[in-house]
């Protein structure tokens, strides 16, 4: 039996995901570190965050109440931000750097649902990998979990409005959603170390002038795996994809 | 429908080529490049910011537990653990998918209907 294409897909997605494993760059990307922010500010991330959470948290209950199968597509979601966040990527600068994967979630599920599916993964890698840190998870979850998702979600829904091709819709949308979860973490620390001479801003552009180049190509690549797993999940949970909107349900 | 299936593939086929392209080529072209984690440029730039050496005020939980660094080899091991959860997860849910769509694709077939008209499958996760 010949593949179909979903089928064909997938083999070529799933080889993706080995080639990424060649790549065992020992070395922490970036998440703001561990002790690196001063307590009031974690404590105030940390309570921004919380809205997010909580309207998460209710949404997830609802949505498996109101449709159990959904949980595929949740787990999925989940389990990208588990891949793609742990795969550190070289990049031009000489460093590198990983991605989010918040994206799959955001454009399916919506900012709240992600915030809590980006703080386990958060929470796995402050604890085990002494990376990112839990006196920055607050600080962290909003960049990654909640601002990033909102972008791309955002993004996504006026793109669809606009009538944009699908794929680059949410290769934009979730390219951008990476770089902004990173231009939102260098906010945070250059308000945790504003520069002396020029203030909060000029420190932001020096940290953002840090991150950027590195993250840029990442961000690209975020984009695109975030196409690739819509492409095989779009032949494949059409019911699902009409459940939770991603698809309009077809009449007749 | 054929072309359309080529035409899908081929997509994909073009987005994994320049995705690994895009990871491989500062590997080959930055020859000796360290690769570090770019929070290590962070921290350099908060102390270059200040002005000052900058202590960490919070140590990493695991690393008070064994009272020191993570071990590299120990780091990328937990990396894997990351990424192998991830995997089997979404591998377990496409192996469900791509079963769910073949066997209800024959079924609906068998009982005479258009095989792209299938019908919803009742099966649940639960």
């Not at chain 1, 980006?118 to 920055?136: D, N």
């Not at chain 1, 019911?239 to 909107?245: A, C, N």
């Amino acid at each position: 039996m010949p593949y179909t294409k979903s089928e064909k897909g997938l083999l070529v997605a799933s080889g993706v995901l080995v080639l990424a494993f060649a790549f065992p760059e020992a070395a922490s990307a970036m998440h703001i570190m561990e002790g690196y922010l001063p307590l009031v500010h974690c404590v105030a991330w940390g309570v921004v965050c919380l809205p997010f959470l909580v309207a998460g948290t209710i949404s997830i209950r609802n949505t498996l109440e109101q449709n159990r199968r959904l949980l595929i597509l949740l787990a999925m979601s989940g389990a990208f931000i588990f891949v793609i966040s742990s795969l550190k990527i070289p990049s031009v600068t000489g460093s590198c750097s990983h991605m989010t994967g918040t994206g799959l979630a955001a454009i399916l599920f919506g900012p709240a649902v992600t915030s809590v599916l980006g703080i386990i993964v958060l929470i796995f890698q402050a604890i085990l990998l002494a990376h990112g840190g839990l006196t920055s998870l607050g600080a962290n979850t909003l960049s990654m979990a909640i601002v990033g998702p909102v972008l791309t979600w955002g993004l996504y829904a006026l793109g669809r409005r606009a009538g944009l091709n699908w794929k680059v819709n949410i290769f934009i949308a979730a390219a951008l959603g990476d770089l902004f979860t990173y231009c939102i973490t260098s906010m945070q620390l250059a308000i945790a170390y504003p520069s002396a001479a020029g203030g909060i801003m000029a420190s932001a552009v020096k940290f953002l002038g840090v991150f950027a180049p590195t993250q840029l190509p990442l961000a690209v690549i975020e984009g695109l795996l975030t196409v690739l797993i819509v492409m095989g999940l779009k032949g494949l949970a059409e019911p699902e994809l009409q459940e939770v909107g991603f698809l309009k349900v077809k009449v007749g | 429908m054929n072309k359309g299936m080529d035409k899908d593939a081929r997509t994909a086929a073009v987005l994994i080529a320049v995705t690994l392209l895009i990871a491989l080529v500062p590997l080959l072209a930055l020859k000796g490049a360290q690769f570090e984690g770019s929070d290590g440029a962070g921290s350099e730039m908060v102390e270059e910011v200040t002005g000052g050496e900058h202590e960490p005020w919070f140590e990493p939980v695991l690393e008070t537990l064994i009272g020191g660094e993570l071990p590299s080899e120990m780091e990328t091991l937990l990396f894997c653990v990351q990424t192998g959860i991830g995997v089997g997860v979404i591998a377990y849910c496409f192996g469900y998918l791509v079963a769910r769509k073949r066997y209800s694709a024959e079924g609906a077939t068998e009982a005479g209907a258009q095989p792209h008209e299938r019908q919803r499958p009742e099966e649940s996760l639960a």
